[in-house]
């Protein structure tokens, strides 16, 4: 049997549509008996090939219990490694590791010609902003998530938050995306100890070729393991605040809620940064009084200022 028309007619069959027996049989040049065996044994191979009964016949791919192997053109290949290089950078919930995990596996088969379009297409395209994070370099990206897969040793210089500098040997275990921001969380060979990195401040990365001895990890659970370190480092400020509102999803999402009165509420929320805190409350569109921290109290009428002058103007 010939690989390349089993490919040939595979590529055929993931065009979603229904194809005769007889025309199969005359774009791969063999006969409609050729056509069936071939037919056959992608069924073997896992690929989910359903016959219609007919005078010609007919054979479509239809959706099966697993997942097999898709063939792609150039084409399709690039589109789909731009897509997920857009995703890597700009993550979507719940699907933020898989697209760099897919992305890996794709351009560790990608042919130079490719890759040197899907660079090409990728330099010469800019995205909108779309709020607060850093760009993440998808390549970055894909390299740590083969390291991490393969259980391979990685090398970076790191920028803290201080502007110094420094250079990392890294046992990789798991990426975690929070927001628009990556995160590595990997074991520091030089310290000792479980390190969190933010992907955008790493330069110079190199997978090493040293396999990772097996290691416990410091939880089962990454993300959250990341969140509440992250939480437990920044500094935040805790609000305790009286709102003249019936408690409701949009208040309740904000953090703890108490009723207290007929359509008034007591809230207690956190936030880093003053700025958010204040935007949280306007955003809810009724009357408040803050207790708590006197900070808010001083910022809110500081931007109370700058809005009045504003509609003075």
């Given at each position: 049997?010939?690989?390349?028309?089993?490919?040939?007619?595979?590529?055929?069959?993931?065009?979603?549509?229904?194809?005769?027996?007889?025309?199969?049989?005359?774009?791969?040049?063999?006969?409609?008996?050729?056509?069936?065996?071939?037919?056959?044994?992608?069924?073997?191979?896992?690929?989910?090939?359903?016959?219609?009964?007919?005078a010609d016949g007919g054979y479509r791919l239809v959706a099966g219990a697993a997942m097999p192997p898709l063939l792609l053109d150039d084409e399709e290949a690039?589109?789909?490694?731009?897509?997920?290089?857009?995703?890597?950078?700009?993550?979507?919930?719940?699907?933020?590791?898989?697209?760099?995990?897919?992305?890996?596996?794709?351009?560790?088969?990608?042919?130079?010609?490719?890759?040197?379009?899907?660079?090409?297409?990728?330099?010469?395209?800019?995205?909108?902003?779309?709020?607060?994070?850093?760009?993440?370099?998808?390549?970055?990206?894909?390299?740590?998530?083969?390291?991490?897969?393969?259980?391979?040793?990685?090398?970076?210089?790191?920028?803290?938050?201080?502007?110094?500098?420094?250079?990392?040997?890294?046992?990789?275990?798991?990426?975690?995306?929070?927001?628009?921001?990556?995160?590595?969380?990997?074991?520091?060979?030089?310290?000792?100890?479980?390190?969190?990195?933010?992907i955008d401040r790493i330069t110079d990365l190199h997978a090493t070729g040293a396999r990772i001895a097996p290691r416990d990890p410091p939880a089962e659970d990454?993300?959250?393991?990341?969140?509440?370190?992250?939480?437990?480092?920044?500094?935040?400020?805790?609000?305790?605040?009286?709102?003249?509102?019936?408690?409701?999803?949009?208040?309740?999402?904000?953090?703890?809620?108490?009723?207290?009165?007929?359509?008034?509420?007591?809230?207690?929320?956190?936030?880093?940064?003053?700025?958010?805190?204040?935007?949280?409350?306007?955003?809810?569109?009724?009357?408040?009084?803050?207790?708590?921290?006197?900070?808010?109290?001083?910022?809110?009428?500081?931007?109370?200022?700058?809005?009045?002058?504003?509609?003075?103007?």
């Open positions: 049997m010939s690989e390349s028309r089993l490919l040939s007619l595979l590529s055929l069959l993931q065009t979603p549509r229904e194809w005769p027996g007889g025309e199969l049989a005359e774009r791969l040049s063999v006969s409609r008996r050729t056509v069936r065996r071939d037919v056959e044994r992608l069924r073997v191979l896992g690929y989910p090939v359903e016959a219609t009964m007919g690039v589109a789909i490694t731009v897509g997920l290089s857009t995703a890597a950078r700009h993550p979507v919930r719940g699907i933020e590791e898989a697209s760099v995990r897919a992305l890996a596996k794709l351009e560790q088969v990608l042919p130079a010609r490719l890759r040197y379009r899907v660079r090409s297409l990728g330099g010469a395209t800019v995205p909108l902003p779309g709020g607060p994070g850093s760009e993440v370099d998808p390549e970055q990206l894909t390299t740590l998530a083969a390291a991490v897969a393969n259980r391979e040793r990685v090398r970076f210089v790191y920028r803290a938050h201080d502007g110094s500098t420094s250079t990392r040997l890294v046992d990789p275990h798991r990426l975690v995306a929070a927001g628009r921001q990556w995160y590595l969380l990997g074991h520091d060979r030089d310290r000792d100890d479980w390190r969190i990195f933010r990454a993300a959250a393991y990341v969140a509440e370190r992250l939480y437990s480092l920044a500094s935040t400020y805790e609000a305790i605040v009286t709102l003249h509102a019936p408690v409701t999803e949009a208040i309740r999402s904000l953090g703890e809620v108490a009723q207290i009165g007929e359509g008034t509420c007591r809230l207690r929320t956190h936030a880093d940064t003053l700025d958010w805190l204040a935007f949280r409350l306007l955003a809810l569109g009724c009357e408040f009084e803050v207790h708590e921290p006197p900070e808010l109290n001083a910022h809110l009428l500081a931007l109370a200022g700058r809005l009045t002058r504003a509609a003075a103007r």
